[in-house]
């Protein structure tokens, strides 16, 4: 696997002259046995672009797509514009320069997307995105079922809470999965007219989880009667609970996420901690069946314009009494959450997990 962060992207734009001379295809090797296609012919050179990469959720997504990659015997090269849109974009045209195969874009901007991922296609690249949407009917669109996530948080805190209190909503607008949670929110507060949002705040400034939690403790201050907090992303969920936990709230506020990783558990599973649930999928197992959706794709399988991974509802409790105290563990306890028969196929072999 190749990784290209911004520096050495930009410093690799001096050769682009030299490198354009270049063949577009890497030599020919052995492909899969048993697999239609270009796919059955030779090796697949892919690339990941990706634009968000901080943060627990997206090192096992990248984890998930590397091991998947060499399960199929792919070449991967990662290229990382560091929530860069510009930068993201450029590196999209990069890939494409390379002579891969095949692209997965993860996350990023729709309007900076659209253009590049359409002449990406047009150029005959293969392209998968997930949780960016490129309005384009031939670049399949994986995703958490984000709506599904978020309901499922949610349905725990009127669980836990009833069907009246006043919460916190903490969102950024314009990441394809937030919007998309945030529609399963605004249906839910319009369904239950009990639940006041009486603020609501959120950044994407590095690092998320600090941002967060000084905008978080600010809102406490201002706003003490909130008694719920949705935090649909991990790492807000982390700063609101730094917030909470340094007001001296944990036993008053609830905090319901999405997403998981080992330190969101060991923050969950802390004495009286008021990260009380968290919907998620497995990102490793995410990113295994992006890089399984753009297989099939290169060998002409079609895939369909959405790839759903299931996702599972985690809480404090269930954590405390199955006795889960990181990843392995919940992978243990809970395989359905780290295994999804979703864009499989025979010759497709399964990574070790």
Known sequence: MTTIDRRTFLAGLATASVASALPLRAAFAEGIAGAPGIVGERKMKIALVRYLSTGDFFQFYLAGVTR????????????????????????????????????????????????????AVEEGFKVVAFDVNCENPAIPQIEQNDRELARLALEQAIAD?????????????GIAPLDRRDETWQAFKKKYPGIQEVAHWGTMSNPIANSVADQTAAVLRANPDITVIFAPYDEFAKGAKTAVDEAGLNEKIKIYSADISTPDISAMVEDNSAWAASAATSSALVGEVCVRTLALQLAGVDTGSQVVVPPTLITRQMLLEKGIKNMDDLAAKLPQFSKADVSMAPWIAEPKR
Do not use: W
Not at 84 to 100: K, P, R, S, T, W
């Open 161 to 173: 809470n009833g069907e009246s209190f006043k919460a916190g909503y903490v969102y950024v607008p």
């Open 68 to 119: 998947q990659a060499e399960a199929l015997g792919f070449d991967l090269h990662v290229l990382d514009s560091r929530q860069d849109a510009a930068l993201q974009a450029e590196m999209l045209q990069q890939a494409m320069n390379l002579g891969v195969d095949g692209i997965i874009l993860q996350h990023g901007l729709t309007e900076t997307l659209k253009d590049p991922a359409a002449q």
